[in-house]
């Protein structure tokens, strides 16, 4: 079983803002980073650290944590932020890697 | 631009091992401080991280199938490999290589993915 949670489905009106979040006890010392997988693709590294996103990635996409939760925002969700969103970090002991459960994001 | 490409057979039949090559291209796999990952997703579920293997050999391994898995790196080849064995249809997935980065002790990533092999465990 993951350690990292994410509830399985979220749904966000075009243009508006979504948050995704990300429950597990490792957060609390180490940071969440999220990928975005479409269908039939790799997954792609939109958020790292505290809040930092690759070259590449729009700046609607933005990054927090407090406590055991990290957060996955997009401000003004687009048709093509539809995807599959998935945190991953640490684990508790800080050797192993953990996926969460993964997000459908869906844009009305 | 470093890419990574994942190689190996298609099918496999159920009590072998699985193996399969991911090929560095565009940078040393020896440079920088990097781990290279191993990451399945069976079809319509989510990601299983499988294990990784630091530049030095070091190796850490999802513990639900340590007992299975072998990742090895072979640096004059630029490549680091899977080895699953006794496997059953449960390990039917498709099965990435990536590149693990920590930007600092409190943040990691995965920086760079392969394509992705769908790999089927049949007989």
């Known amino acids: 079983s993951s350690e990292l949670t994410q509830d399985p489905a979220v749904s966000v009106a075009l243009g508006q803002t979504v948050r995704i979040t990300c429950q597990g006890d490792?957060?609390?010392?180490?940071?969440a980073s999220w990928y975005q997988q479409k269908p039939g693709q790799a997954p792609v590294l939109v958020i790292y650290?505290?809040?930092n996103r690759p070259s590449g990635i729009p700046d609607r996409f933005s990054g927090s944590s407090s406590g055991n939760t990290a957060s996955l925002t997009i401000t003004g969700a687009q048709a093509e932020d539809e995807a599959d969103y998935y945190c991953?970090?640490?684990?508790?002991?800080?050797?192993?890697?953990?996926f969460g459960g993964g997000t459908k994001l869906t844009v009305l | 631009q470093v890419q990574l490409q994942e190689s190996g057979p298609g099918l496999v039949k159920p009590s072998q091992t699985l193996s399969l090559t991911c090929t560095v291209s565009?940078?040393?796999?020896?440079?920088?401080?990097?781990?290279w990952s191993w990451i399945r997703q069976p079809a319509g579920k989510g990601l299983e991280w499988i294990g990784r293997?630091?530049?030095?050999?070091?190796?850490n391994y999802n513990p639900s199938l340590k007992s299975r898995v072998t990742i090895s790196v072979d640096t004059s080849k630029n490549q680091f490999s899977l080895k699953l064995s006794s496997v059953t249809a449960a390990d039917t997935a498709v099965y990435y290589c990536?590149?693990?980065?920590?930007?600092?002790?409190?943040?990691?990533?995965?920086?760079?993915w392969g394509q992705g092999t769908t790999v089927t465990v049949s007989s």
């Open positions: 990536a590149r693990d980065r920590e930007y600092s002790s409190s943040s990691v990533g995965m920086d760079v």
């Open positions: 991953n970090s640490r684990d508790s002991s800080g050797n192993l890697v953990v």
């Open positions: 565009g940078g040393s796999i020896s440079s920088g401080s990097y781990y």
């Open positions: 650290g505290k809040n």
């Open positions: 490792s957060l609390r010392s180490y940071y």
């Open positions: 293997i630091y530049t030095s050999g070091s190796t």
